[in-house]
């Protein structure tokens, strides 16, 4: 056994300070729907409630000077039965309770000594955890990779995801709630290949919980809670009950507090009326290769994965694991497609697809793992294709790297003309997001 495969915890430090590093000097920001997502926090730590009234905001609730961006509205807030509340989903907030409380202990915080909303603070706290979050998850995915793959190409798979996706130009860059999201979500596929590939049990209590709080955090996150529990009663009959009761469990109370809160079943980002459906195959087909939003043109190495898997699929030691990432990965699609705005208004890329990282890892991971099986008899093959995927993957690294490196991406969503106002721009091949370096 060489040094690379006899160390992996060396493997693992590597990954994490190389992504923590690039990820924390990586100069854009982008702090927007996240918003006042640590105001949250702190006022569950300093109040005991999600409610925002006991502080100063510009523009929603005085007359101090406005925000950092001329013109900005806090369209993250609203007003609720004449209380202030966060727009979206507070998963993100909750988890990041323990963060906030430290970064609150060496001064930086949210609001400033009077109450006033410090942007700032707020942005020093979500990029940073951010940062470690997804640093954190190029890890788990090293960890998921050695569970089939000698050291070097979990760490091949590992930092290709932390560079070469959506990890590195959106997650990364402010706490999105696909943030949190994917963490979760990384640690739900690990828990999975780790079940197969040692034989082990399931653990279905924490499963379901990690899979509820994806949830929380963004509802779209529903879908791979549904496959996975499909999956779980297929291939896990014993854990099925106790899997269920939790999930259930889960789903009860976030109902309950919901309606002490607002009076009503879910709120109002998680209602289903948000999905209309009236543009489908425009959306699915922007979602999958528009120039400026399009997942095979911002995460290329989603097509060497379908490759692999395609043609090794005889040789995948677990298909139905694979089958359920597959169809998680469809189902996830046909969601996006199912928002008016399924262009992500206001972001880099393929936004929207950011939840879907760790099901292409997994199935990344199950596909070289085919592909070295076959390769046993064709060695020549093998460096070809090895060739031409690491090809693919600096292509993927280069066009993320200009969403985290080059300020000036934020610039192409309102010029020359706003993507909300004018949608179709994200199909002009003139001037796509990821050549905005080139100007």
């Given at each position: 056994?060489?040094?690379?495969?006899?160390?992996?915890?060396?493997?693992?430090?590597?990954?994490?300070?190389?992504?923590?590093?690039?990820?924390?000097?990586?100069?854009?920001?982008?702090?927007?729907?996240?918003?006042?997502?640590?105001?949250?926090?702190?006022?569950?730590?300093?109040?005991?409630?999600?409610?925002?009234?006991?502080?100063?905001?510009?523009?929603?609730?005085?007359?101090?000077?406005?925000?950092?961006?001329?013109?900005h509205v806090?369209?993250?807030?609203?007003?609720?039965?004449?209380?202030?509340?966060?727009?979206y989903p507070?998963?993100?907030?909750?988890?990041?309770?323990?963060?906030?409380a430290?970064?609150?202990?060496?001064g930086?915080?949210?609001?400033?000594?009077?109450?006033?909303?410090?942007?700032?603070?707020?942005?020093?706290?979500?990029?940073?955890?951010?940062?470690?979050?997804?640093?954190?998850?190029?890890?788990?995915?090293?960890?998921?990779?050695?569970?089939?793959?000698?050291?070097?190409?979990?760490?091949?798979?590992a930092?290709?995801?932390?560079?070469?996706?959506?990890?590195?130009?959106?997650?990364?860059?402010?706490?999105?709630?696909?943030?949190?999201?994917?963490?979760?979500?990384?640690l739900v596929?690990?828990?999975?290949?780790?079940?197969?590939?040692?034989?082990?049990?399931?653990?279905?209590?924490?499963l379901?919980t990690?899979?509820?709080?994806?949830?929380?955090?963004?509802?779209?996150?529903?879908v791979?809670?549904?496959?996975?529990?499909?999956?779980?009663?297929?291939?896990?009959?014993?854990?099925?009950?106790?899997?269920?009761?939790?999930?259930?469990?889960?789903?009860?109370?976030?109902?309950?507090?919901?309606?002490?809160?607002?009076?009503?079943?879910?709120?109002?980002?998680?209602?289903?009326?948000?999905?209309?459906?009236?543009?489908?195959?425009?959306?699915?087909?922007?979602?999958?290769?528009?120039?400026?939003?399009?997942?095979?043109?911002?995460?290329?190495?989603?097509?060497?994965?379908?490759?692999?898997?395609?043609?090794y699929?005889?040789?995948?030691?677990?298909?139905?694991?694979?089958?359920?990432?597959?169809v998680?990965?469809a189902?996830?699609?046909?969601v996006?497609?199912?928002?008016?705005?399924?262009?992500?208004?206001?972001?880099?890329?393929?936004?929207?697809?950011?939840?879907?990282?760790?099901?292409?890892?997994l199935?990344?991971?199950?596909?070289?793992?085919?592909?070295?099986?076959?390769?046993?008899?064709?060695?020549?093959?093998?460096?070809?294709?090895?060739?031409?995927?690491?090809?693919?993957?600096?292509?993927?690294?280069?066009?993320?790297?200009?969403?985290?490196?080059?300020?000036?991406t934020?610039?192409?969503?309102?010029?020359?003309?706003?993507?909300?106002?004018?949608?179709?721009?994200?199909?002009?091949?003139?001037?796509?997001?990821?050549?905005?370096?080139?100007?």
């Amino acid at each position: 056994m060489n040094w690379l495969d006899a160390k992996p915890s060396r493997w693992a430090s590597l990954v994490f300070l190389l992504t923590l590093f690039v990820y924390l000097a990586s100069p854009v920001r982008q702090v927007a729907d996240s918003n006042y997502s640590m105001l949250v926090s702190e006022s569950l730590l300093q109040h005991g409630t999600v409610r925002l009234d006991d502080y100063v905001i510009p523009r929603f609730n005085s007359d101090l000077p406005p925000q950092p961006f001329p013109g900005h509205v806090p369209y993250q807030l609203q007003r609720k039965q004449n209380h202030a509340y966060y727009v979206y989903p507070l998963g993100s907030s909750i988890l990041s309770l323990p963060y906030v409380a430290a970064m609150n202990l060496i001064g930086i915080a949210a609001v400033d000594a009077n109450g006033v909303f410090d942007f700032w603070g707020e942005a020093k706290i979500e990029c940073s955890l951010a940062a470690l979050l997804m640093a954190t998850l190029a890890v788990i995915f090293l960890r998921m990779g050695r569970l089939l793959l000698p050291a070097r190409y979990s760490a091949l798979i590992a930092l290709a995801a932390a560079f070469g996706t959506q990890m590195w130009s959106t997650a990364s860059r402010g706490l999105w709630s696909d943030t949190w999201g994917i963490l979760l979500i990384g640690l739900v596929t690990w828990m999975l290949l780790d079940a197969q590939v040692n034989k082990r049990a399931l653990r279905p209590v924490l499963l379901a919980t990690l899979l509820a709080w994806a949830y929380f955090v963004r509802p779209t996150y529903c879908v791979p809670a549904v496959t996975v529990s499909v999956y779980v009663l297929a291939t896990r009959p014993r854990d099925a009950l106790r899997f269920v009761l939790t999930g259930l469990a889960w789903l009860a109370a976030f109902v309950a507090w919901s309606w002490s809160l607002f009076r009503q079943l879910l709120p109002d980002y998680f209602q289903a009326s948000q999905l209309k459906f009236t543009t489908v195959g425009a959306g699915l087909a922007g979602t999958l290769f528009s120039p400026s939003r399009g997942l095979l043109i911002f995460v290329p190495a989603v097509a060497v994965v379908a490759y692999v898997l395609l043609r090794y699929r005889r040789d995948i030691a677990h298909p139905r694991l694979a089958a359920c990432a597959v169809v998680t990965i469809a189902l996830h699609l046909v969601v996006v497609a199912g928002f008016p705005a399924w262009y992500a208004g206001h972001c880099y890329g393929a936004r929207y697809t950011t939840g879907l990282v760790p099901w292409f890892v997994l199935l990344a991971i199950l596909g070289v793992q085919a592909a070295r099986t076959a390769h046993l008899r064709r060695a020549r093959a093998w460096r070809a294709e090895c060739a031409a995927a690491c090809s693919v993957l600096v292509l993927g690294v280069l066009v993320n790297a200009n969403g985290a490196l080059n300020k000036h991406t934020a610039e192409w969503n309102f010029k020359p003309v706003n993507i909300d106002a004018q949608p179709q721009r994200v199909w002009d091949w003139r001037d796509p997001q990821f050549l905005v370096w080139s100007r």
